[in-house]
């Protein structure tokens, strides 16, 4: 069973508590004529559930305020990086609407997912890597996005260099400097630019997110992305300076 149908079966239940739960109990009326009590083992954290349903929300604000406008391409975006199955489709509409539709303030999510993120870097900085990819969806990335994603970053206590790390990583702002993806300068020697790799290397290494407890398979997809990104960028930088 997937988290998101997981949410559907037992939403009702949980008393997450704040703007979260509140649109879990919302979702949670779609589904009420379900059996609502999940008959499996519970393999998913309450981590898990406030981080994933708090980013539909933070995603479903973003697309609709963040340019004022929500189209097919950014809701599609999500659900590929989040690999939504067909089965799983409704839940997450669900959620969405209920995000959109509700009077709570984006800021509000940030905090909530921060909440049970905090001892978490990698998480909360994939929030801010799902938002810029969403917000790039539609090839337009407007200065409404970036305000509201700046925004997220610092509720989630992430410092300018990491955000600006994570915005250079997408194509739609940096297509051809491998150094603004690592955070370095060119005029950086190479053993800096080597130890900045290996720590980025560590931090984003898909299994330090397994070694959190961390099942979902989107959460370690966009892992094994951000770490691919950071490898190609530095095998660029050091081919670049071979061939000098």
Request: proline share 1%.
């Amino acid at each position: 069973m997937s988290i998101f149908r997981y949410i559907a079966a037992g939403s009702l239940g949980f008393a997450f508590g704040g703007v979260i739960g509140s649109v879990l109990a919302i979702t949670a009326t779609h589904f009420m004529s379900k059996a609502n009590a999940p008959r499996h083992k519970n393999n998913f954290s309450r981590q898990e559930v406030i981080y994933h349903t708090g980013l539909i929300s933070l995603a479903a604000a973003l697309a609709k305020r963040g340019d004022g406008k929500v189209t097919r391409e950014e809701v599609d975006k999500f659900k590929k990086l989040f690999r939504v199955k067909t089965s799983d489709t409704k839940v997450v509409k669900a959620i969405w609407d209920a995000a959109v539709e509700s009077n709570h303030k984006y800021e509000e999510y940030a905090a909530q997912i921060y909440s049970v993120c905090r001892g978490n870097k990698q998480l909360c900085e994939q929030v801010i890597y799902v938002l810029f990819e969403i917000a790039a969806a539609d090839s337009d990335v407007s200065s409404g996005e970036i305000k509201f994603i700046k925004r997220v970053a610092q509720i989630l206590h992430i410092d300018d260099e990491t955000f600006a790390r994570i915005k250079n990583s997408q194509s739609h702002f940096n297509s051809e400097s491998p150094y603004k993806v690592l955070g370095v300068k060119k005029s950086d020697s190479t053993d800096h630019i080597k130890k900045v790799y290996r720590k980025l290397a560590k931090k984003y290494h898909p299994d330090s997110i397994a070694s959190k407890n961390i099942k979902d398979e989107a959460i370690i997809k966009t892992a094994k992305d951000r770490f691919r990104k950071i490898s190609s960028a530095y095998g660029e930088i050091m081919k670049m300076r071979v061939e000098k």
